[in-house]
């Protein structure tokens, strides 16, 4: 069992920067591959970014170049820096832990954490 939970989110102006980190319990996070996939009201959960345990990372299209994934496994933790954010990245972001599949989607995903909010104001 992994229990995950974010931090970090909040209310940022376009272009500036913000920092989630997704803190997980139990002995093996660096099994997982890590991702953070992101909920806009009415909108589906999409994919933002993942991280394998061996350190690959993966970046949807709206993601590369602004945000980038890391991990620090000895504090059982994985990150987002997101920069240059812009208004259409304000949703909810979760972070999801797997064992195996997919990892840009949702459903391949064994764990969720309860999701931390992100605001960017124009």
């Known amino acids: 069992q992994v229990q995950l939970v974010e931090s970090g989110g909040g209310l940022v102006q376009a272009g500036g920067s913000l920092r989630l980190s997704c803190a997980a319990s139990g002995r093996t996070f660096s099994r997982y591959f890590m991702g953070w996939f992101r909920q806009a009201p009415g909108k589906e959960r999409e994919f933002v970014s993942a991280?394998?345990?061996?350190?690959?990372?993966y970046y949807a299209d709206s993601a590369k170049g602004r945000f980038t994934i890391s991990r620090d496994n000895a504090k059982n933790t994985v990150y987002l820096q997101m920069n240059s954010l812009k208004p259409e990245d304000t949703a909810v972001y979760y972070c999801g832990a797997g064992l195996s599949g997919v990892l840009t989607t949702a459903r391949e995903y064994d764990y969720w954490g309860q999701g931390t909010q992100v605001t960017v104001s124009s």
């Open positions: 991280i394998r345990s061996g350190g690959g990372t």
